[in-house]
């Protein structure tokens, strides 16, 4: 399969990795616009103190010369900044200035598993009495490397006009163009030492008609994107379109006509969100899904100690209140990763010059 990708890298580890595997020479890489999707995710209302000491930059390791794709393999890098503060923490004859900004991390032994996250199965599976071997992995942090080879996939898809917004609908059942009042909730819900979820919506432009396909299962493209979008920390429904609406509504209402109009194939809805049949159909695709508050409250619910065999509060470590907004730039990334996949599966080759081509042909191929 063309790009393919593995992460690696712990939260508070040394840094964050990927390599991506097979992304076709001579497509612009402009370190700029991988920053600035970084950033992006670092942003939005709700977010804890640990985005005031990282400040993401992408180091790119590979596969890049002169700011063009070589077609080797790209190695990507984020430095996880808080490492150091992590480091003096687990060993305080270290001296480091840089721990004064670091809010207490506790690097004790953890047992305390946190309900809603991966702390309980992860410890029970991975054999492991430290619950901080499994939340260092399974923390939202390893969603900036996977931001990271989103902004590459959106560089891919550039040259052929095919681009990506997010944007916010709600958070905890506030609309989210009542600012003042979504502040309100935001300050009402840290104090209270709690936490919220919200809705987004990914909206995705110029996909040429066909990619994915309706053969097989697992080639189906609104699959694979709700696959990618699911796999996000936190998101607990993927819908397009009408989404779970079309379960009351009448089938006169649900399909988008289509209609021939100044020899233009036109359709005045789109409540398909731009998918049928598992392939795009030239329409905007249309996504929205749900992320569920964030299982780590300052006001710690009950659970267990799997060391004690009590029953006691819930471990709590620096945490968002939110992270809604961050969390749609991160499903933008993955959906952008599905598309480039799909997209050069159609149209591959080894350069853009041959992608160019195939994309060109097909094009004309289907304007007939
Ligand atoms: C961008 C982003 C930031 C997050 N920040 C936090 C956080 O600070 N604290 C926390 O407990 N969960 C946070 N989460 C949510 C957890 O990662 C998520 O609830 C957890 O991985 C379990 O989700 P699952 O049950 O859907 O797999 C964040 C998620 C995302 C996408």
Same mark, same amino acid.
């Given at each position: 399969?063309?790009?393919?990708?593995?992460? +690696?890298?712990?939260?508070?580890?040394?840094?964050?990795?990927?390599?991506?595997?097979?992304?076709?020479? @001579?497509?612009?890489?402009?370190?700029d616009f991988i920053n600035n999707e970084l950033y992006q995710r670092?942003?939005?209302?709700?977010?804890?103190?640990?985005?005031?000491?990282?400040?993401d *930059?992408i180091?790119?390791?590979?596969?890049?010369?002169?700011?063009?794709?070589?077609?080797?393999?790209?190695?990507?890098?984020?430095?996880?900044?808080?490492?150091?503060?992590?480091?003096?923490?687990?060993?305080?004859?270290?001296?480091?200035?840089?721990?004064?900004?670091?809010?207490?991390?506790?690097?004790?032994?953890?047992?305390?598993?946190?309900?809603?996250?991966?702390? %309980?199965?992860?410890?029970?599976?991975?054999?492991?009495?430290?619950?901080?071997?499994?939340?260092?992995?399974?923390?939202?942090?390893?969603?900036a490397?996977?931001t990271a080879?989103g902004a590459i996939?959106q560089?891919?898809? *550039?040259?052929?006009?095919?681009?990506f917004?997010?944007?916010?609908? =709600?958070?905890?059942?506030?609309?989210?163009?009542?600012?003042?009042?979504?502040?309100?909730?935001?300050?009402?819900?840290?104090?209270?030492?709690?936490?919220?979820?919200?809705?987004?919506?990914?909206?995705?432009?110029?996909?040429?008609?066909?990619?994915?396909?309706?053969?097989?299962?697992? *080639?189906?493209?609104?699959?694979?994107?709700?696959?990618?979008?699911?796999?996000?920390?936190?998101?607990? +429904?993927?819908?397009?379109?009408?989404?779970?609406?079309?379960? @009351?509504?009448?089938?006169?209402?649900?399909?988008?006509?289509?209609?021939? =109009?100044?020899?233009?194939?036109?359709?005045?809805?789109?409540?398909?969100?731009?998918?049928?049949?598992?392939? +795009?159909?030239?329409?905007?695709?249309?996504?929205?899904?749900?992320? *569920?508050?964030?299982?780590?409250?300052?006001?710690?619910?009950?659970?267990?100690?799997?060391?004690?065999?009590?029953?006691?509060?819930?471990? %709590?470590?620096?945490?968002?209140?939110?992270?809604?907004?961050?969390?749609?730039i991160v499903?933008k990334n993955?959906?952008a990763?599905?598309?480039?996949?799909?997209?050069?599966?159609?149209?591959?080759?080894?350069?853009?010059?041959?992608?160019?081509?195939?994309?060109?042909?097909?094009?004309?191929?289907?304007?007939?």
């Amino acid at each position: 399969m063309k790009f393919r990708f593995l992460t +690696s890298g712990e939260s508070h580890g040394k840094c964050l990795n990927a390599i991506i595997d097979g992304v076709p020479s @001579n497509f612009e890489i402009n370190e700029d616009f991988i920053n600035n999707e970084l950033y992006q995710r670092q942003q939005g209302i709700g977010r804890g103190g640990r985005m005031k000491i990282e400040h993401d *930059k992408i180091i790119i390791n590979s596969g890049v010369r002169h700011g063009l794709t070589l077609g080797s393999p790209i190695c990507l890098g984020i430095i996880n900044n808080d490492f150091k503060n992590w480091e003096v923490e687990m060993n305080p004859k270290i001296q480091d200035n840089t721990y004064e900004n670091s809010q207490k991390i506790q690097s004790k032994y953890i047992s305390e598993v946190r309900p809603g996250h991966a702390d %309980f199965s992860g410890a029970l599976k991975y054999n492991h009495k430290d619950i901080r071997n499994i939340l260092e992995r399974s923390s939202a942090r390893e969603t900036a490397i996977r931001t990271a080879i989103g902004a590459i996939a959106q560089l891919i898809l *550039k040259p052929f006009n095919i681009f990506f917004e997010n944007q916010i609908i =709600e958070i905890g059942g506030v609309d989210f163009k009542e600012k003042e009042k979504l502040l309100e909730l935001i300050d009402y819900t840290r104090e209270k030492g709690d936490t919220l979820g919200g809705k987004f919506k990914i909206t995705i432009k110029n996909v040429p008609i066909g990619l994915g396909s309706y053969v097989h299962w697992d *080639k189906k493209l609104d699959a694979l994107l709700a696959y990618a979008i699911m796999s996000i920390g936190g998101v607990k +429904s993927v819908e397009f379109g009408l989404g779970h609406n079309v379960a @009351n509504t009448f089938g006169s209402k649900t399909h988008d006509e289509i209609f021939y =109009e100044n020899n233009k194939i036109i359709r005045n809805t789109n409540n398909a969100g731009g998918i049928e049949g598992g392939m +795009s159909n030239g329409e905007d695709i249309i996504i929205y899904a749900s992320m *569920k508050a964030i299982p780590t409250l300052k006001k710690p619910l009950n659970s267990i100690d799997l060391n004690s065999k009590k029953n006691v509060k819930a471990h %709590f470590e620096r945490s968002d209140v939110c992270a809604v907004e961050s969390c749609s730039i991160v499903a933008k990334n993955m959906a952008a990763i599905i598309i480039a996949q799909q997209f050069l599966e159609k149209f591959g080759g080894d350069s853009l010059f041959e992608i160019n081509q195939n994309y060109n042909s097909y094009m004309d191929q289907i304007t007939l």
